[in-house]
């Protein structure tokens, strides 16, 4: 069955840099459009970057460009969230998700206003 796992969160004073990864298995990692998403307690889940495992292409929300970068490595089935510059109002839940495969995405495609098929368990960033 597919598994999601996301590591790397953790307590970081504002300034400072994180990085998040997600493991993959039971999937074919190189078919999906990758995302990760946040969610505070209490709020609606944010999208926040995605990318194409396919083309590579890439996708930010406002909130955090030119701040935090996504990657994907297809050999390793993993993909990544790099944080620089973090602020406490990226304090959040964040999880990885997975949409598609790529043929069943239709004309929403890759991005982070679409519905995503698999998710994490989500790994805690505080940022103070």
């Known amino acids: 069955h597919v598994q999601l796992v996301e590591s790397g969160g953790g307590s970081v004073q504002a300034g400072g840099s994180l990085r998040l990864s997600c493991a993959a298995s039971?999937?074919?990692?190189?078919?999906?459009?990758w995302g990760w998403f946040r969610q505070i307690p209490g709020k609606a889940r944010e999208g926040v970057a995605a990318?194409?495992?396919?083309?590579?292409?890439?996708y930010y929300s406002d909130s955090v460009t030119g701040r935090f970068t996504v990657s994907r490595d297809n050999a390793k089935n993993a993909l990544y969230l790099q944080m620089n510059s973090l602020k406490q109002e990226d304090t959040a839940m964040y999880y990885c998700a997975a949409a598609g495969p790529f043929w069943m995405l239709g004309r929403d495609g890759c991005g982070l206003s679409r519905t995503y098929n698999y998710w994490g368990q989500g790994t805690q960033v505080t940022v103070s």
């Open positions: 990318v194409s495992a396919n083309d590579g292409s890439t």
């Open positions: 039971g999937i074919t990692f190189s078919n999906y459009c």
